[in-house]
């Protein structure tokens, strides 16, 4: 497999510059010749069809919702940062950067990292040249601030609505093209496989989600923006359609897929309350800037009215092991911590498969100091949604939260110029791997999905176009476009097939399936549960082809067939998650390994161990699969190497 | 764990656009129903049921289940996205229904919106009318810095109110005019209450009015029930000033005349 960075050499300030000036340029009049696929239209995928097309090429671009603006970056509720260093506090590009490639536990690039601080200043312009109506402060500034827990206000936002907001920007610049004829749009079309002739991608197969016609659509280009894979774990802060398939298909056609075990969990979320239950909503990690977390310390309290256990018997388990952060530990350590406290025994709310998974968010001591008003306005809308989700009143009771799948570090491997080891196959936003290495920080995945498609596939796009010139010799008849067709619809029949004997729903089985990799490949991971889980994954995949139980055909909308397909290859991916979780034999960001963590030091008081130890010696380095058919896949890296940033130890 | 209630459930069957449509009781899959579940989780649960009988389940369309997207929406009893102020039908949940409650389910019903399947609505309407004119226009490597454009912290907060709109088409649903001028002047109200959005008000105001005409739906007579069924909760204040706007682009906009500059 060749995993070329192109990452660029010399001063880092300048890279990112002296790459641009030496990629190719495709003429004015020459770039309507181009045809470009874009799938998706999220942050990444809007603002790259658009800039795409805003400069003339013609763009093809595809979305499963009804309409491209309501892609999951839609959700997104707390910011998006930007090194505008507009509070004069210290902030800087290289700051944004060193903090981002810490943040991330040293598994990104620093090239890539760095232009992403570098062209953040340039999306906020962009942003409210398109109309976002970010907060203001009273003399008509930008308003910023600071974001999990970063000394820096760097976060830009518009009230709880910052995804919205953006993506309407990107989906209406989008709009404005498909006005102009310059954007075709494909709504309610899923891509179900990449094309590839001659190792170049010449185009997808899709399928029509209302008529179920499968088709063919071929161009120069192929770019994904199809978002991350968290709803693998069936319960996640995802989008109900979110999905694997697009990456999953091009991965099975060559594309190396970079980290698949990291996934990060966010701390806040509000947690479930019985089995039927579809998703999880994020709660906004601002809440923990004033809310304080605890469980009872005795299990028979577990049940009673957490007013009524006295303060003596409450356990703040992040303030009495994190005295120096407190309730604003970091991300990952946060929800590690909150999974401890609940397998012991001391979780709180519904019991589910024997264990109650929830802790308490208390606001009563900040509502005691700072008044219900100041509380109201700083946190009401939060407080209104859990109140409409759980029928509790977060003013009176302790909120409960619970951690969530909430993003996928991991994707499809991308050189420095967002392109696949697929030539012509560019993958950007969450779909790839590139920036935020074993841990995201809060504010940066809008940041990384705007600079993907307003600022760097346009100049990356160009350049292959520019050295490869329009696709030639291939039309719907050629070979590799009629077998591409043919196994799709041989894969859906199969479905079709079986389903009519079937006896298990989809979502039985893909609860199944997340309730496997939430335990062992979830919040914590050890080789024992990784091994039973590449047994048991397989062995439920098999159940799931022979018995899974769908009704009506192929050709109409058939939401149980789009759903099988989706998640026919979320088992394919989850045992790639869990042997890549099992070949990463350390722990780093997200990905804790119970074999690698600190010890208590008896010379520190309050020191409770229990955190990552990185081994740099062997793992400083990104893992890129190559699938090598039906389960069977190998392990090749791209060693990462730092000359800006020195690596250090995580220390709280 | 926890309560349940069981319910009279009646939804709308109609297998494609041109097909006859009919209600279906579906009582006998809607018993046991958790108080805490989603309304959209409710389906579930009688969509798993019916699966499992061998019946097609009932389409409906849905996807970030946490009251943003705009893609669900259905009526509940007559009202759009049901009976809770501010809600979306996938941020409403069983325990405002009572034990033995009467369920109608629908979609929205209106001539602009034609059905693709049981509660599954075609809103691309909506997504012609933006590109009639619903963006600014500022093309990538052309905005100045984002601070060199002073907007007053009330006038954004005002514009944000107005882009707070989901697209779901609940004002649509509510209007027995079938008028989606709230949707329209939503939009409006947040890109020409900005001045970024001001050079190009004129040409949106009239593109995206008339585009909304085209579509078929209909237009407002004040009843106002638009307003009450919004989710997320978009003022009729706005659809005066889009009326206003209206009028005076209609007087003075006439379309710029490109002329070719001579080089010679
Ligand atoms: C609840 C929540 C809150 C968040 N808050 C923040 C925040 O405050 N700040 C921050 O920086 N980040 C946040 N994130 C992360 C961030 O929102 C996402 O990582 C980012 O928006 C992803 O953008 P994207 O363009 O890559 O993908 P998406 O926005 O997910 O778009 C994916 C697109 O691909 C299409 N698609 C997918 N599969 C297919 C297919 N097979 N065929 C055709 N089309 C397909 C979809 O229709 C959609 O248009 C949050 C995430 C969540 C879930
Ligand atoms: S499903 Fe997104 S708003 Fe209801």
């Keep these: ?652 | 764990m926890g309560e349940t209630i069981d319910l009279k459930l009646h939804v709308w069957r109609q297998s494609g656009p041109n097909a006859p449509g009919r209600f279906e009781d579906y009582t006998h899959y809607a018993k046991a129903i958790p108080t805490h579940a989603s309304f959209l989780e409710f389906l579930d649960i009688v969509n798993e049921r019916l699966i499992l009988a061998g019946i097609e389940p009932i389409a409906f369309d849905h996807d970030c289940r946490e009251g943003i997207c705009g893609m669900c929406g259905v009526v509940i009893n007559g009202r759009p996205h049901g009976p809770r102020k501010a809600t979306t039908t996938c941020q409403l949940h069983m325990r405002h229904f009572r034990n033995g409650e009467e369920i109608w389910v629908e979609p929205w019903r209106a001539k602009a919106f034609p059905i693709v399947k049981d509660l599954i609505v075609d809103r691309s309407a909506f997504d012609r009318i933006i590109q009639a004119g619903g963006y600014i226009t500022a093309r990538v490597g052309s905005a100045p810095d984002a601070n060199a454009i002073l907007i007053p912290k009330q006038v954004a907060e005002e514009a944000m109110d107005a882009a707070a709109c989901i697209g779901c088409g609940a004002c649509v649903a509510a209007c027995p005019n079938g008028s989606a001028s709230l949707f329209v002047a939503a939009k409006l109200g947040h890109f020409n209450s900005l001045p970024q959005g001001k050079p190009e008000l004129d040409r949106r105001v009239l593109g995206m009015v008339t585009q909304h005409e085209k579509e078929g739906f209909g237009g407002c007579s004040n009843h106002y029930l638009c307003e009450a069924a919004c989710p997320k909760e978009i003022s009729v204040k706005w659809i005066a000033k889009m009326n206003r706007d209206f009028i005076r682009a209609s007087l003075r906009y006439a379309p710029p005349v490109e002329r070719k500059e001579g080089y010679g």
């Design chain 1, 1 to 652: 497999m060749d995993l070329k960075s192109n990452t660029p050499t010399g001063p880092i300030e300048k890279r990112w510059q002296n790459h641009k000036f030496q990629l190719q340029l495709v003429n004015p009049a020459n770039r309507r010749k181009y045809k470009i696929i874009v799938v998706g239209t999220g942050l990444a995928g809007a603002s790259a069809g658009a800039t795409l097309a805003d400069l003339g090429y013609n763009v093809l671009s595809f979305c499963y919702q009804d309409s491209p603006r309501r892609a999951h970056s839609i959700a997104a509720q707390g910011g998006i940062n930007a090194a505008k260093n507009y509070q004069g506090d210290g902030d800087s590009v290289f700051r944004l950067f060193y903090e981002t490639i810490k943040g991330g536990d040293f598994r990104a690039r620093e090239s890539n990292v760095y232009r992403l601080a570098e062209i953040s200043v340039d999306i906020i312009d962009q942003c409210v040249a398109l109309g976002v109506p970010f907060a203001r402060e009273y003399g008509g500034l930008l308003a910023n601030r600071s974001f999990g827990g970063t000394q820096v206000s760097r976060t830009f936002y518009a009230r709880g609505q910052t995804g919205q907001q953006l993506l309407l920007a990107a989906y209406s610049a989008l709009s404005r093209m498909i006005a102009a004829g310059k954007v075709q749009m494909r709504p309610r079309c899923e891509m179900i496989d990449l094309i590839v002739v001659d190792g170049r991608a010449r185009g997808i197969v899709t399928r029509d989600l209302v008529t179920g016609k499968l088709e063919a659509h071929l161009g120069d280009a192929v770019i994904l923006a199809t978002g991350g894979y968290g709803n693998v774990f069936y319960l996640s802060t995802n989008a109900k359609g979110c999905n694997a398939s697009a990456i999953w298909r091009a991965h099975r056609r060559g594309a190396g897929f970079a980290n698949p075990c990291f996934t990060q969990i966010h701390p806040t979320s509000i947690p479930q309350a019985g089995e039927y239950q579809s998703k999880l909503t994020l709660m906004s990690e601002s809440l923990r800037n004033d809310g304080r977390i605890w469980v009872p310390r005795k299990p028979e309290d577990c049940t009673k009215d957490p007013r009524s256990i006295p303060e003596r018997d409450r356990y703040y388990y992040l303030e009495e092991k994190y005295p120096k952060f407190g309730n604003l530990m970091p991300r990952d350590i946060a929800s590690r911590q909150a999974k401890f406290v609940c397998d012991q025994g001391l979780g709180v709310g519904p019991e589910i498969d024997g264990v109650r998974r929830g802790v308490y968010l208390d606001f009563t001591d900040a509502i005691k100091r700072d008044g219900v008003e100041v509380i109201r306005e700083k946190y009401g809308n939060l407080f209104d949604m859990y109140e409409r989700i759980t029928g509790e009143n977060p003013y009176e009771v302790p909120m409960r939260i619970y951690p969530a799948t909430h993003y996928t570090m991991g994707g499809l491997w991308v050189d420095y110029n967002l392109m696949s080891n697929i030539s012509g196959l560019f993958v950007a936003g969450e779909a790839n791997f590139s920036d935020h290495g074993a841990n995201r920080l809060g504010a940066s995945a809008l940041m990384q999905g705007l600079a993907d498609g307003f600022f760097i596939l346009p100049y990356t796009v160009a350049d292959y176009l520019a050295r490869n010139g329009p696709s030639k010799g291939v039309d719907e008849n050629h070979p590799a476009v009629r077998s591409a067709i043919k196994e799709a619809e041989a894969r859906i029949n199969q479905f079709i097939e079986v389903g009519q004997k079937g006896t298990h729903t989809v979502d039985y089985f893909h609860r199944k399936l997340g309730m496997i990799l939430w335990n062992e490949c979830g919040m914590t991971r050890n080789e024992k549960g990784l091994r039973k889980a590449l047994e048991e994954i397989p062995k439920l995949h098999e159940e799931f082809r022979a018995k899974v139980k769908i009704v009506g055909g192929g050709e109409t909308l058939n939401r149980e067939l789009e759903k099988a397909l989706r998640v026919d290859d979320f088992f394919e991916l989850g045992v790639l998650m869990c042997l890549d979780a099992l070949e990463r034999d350390e722990s780093c960001g997200c990905h804790f390994r119970e074999e690698h963590q600190t010890k208590p030091d008896p010379n520190v008081p309050g020191s409770y161990g229990g955190e990552c130890v990185r081994d740099d010696e062997r793992f400083a380095h990104v893992a890129v699969w190559e699938w090598k058919g039906e389960g069977k896949f190998a392990r090749h890296v791209e060693p990462l190497n730092f000359e800006y940033v020195k690596l250090e130890q995580r220390k709280y």
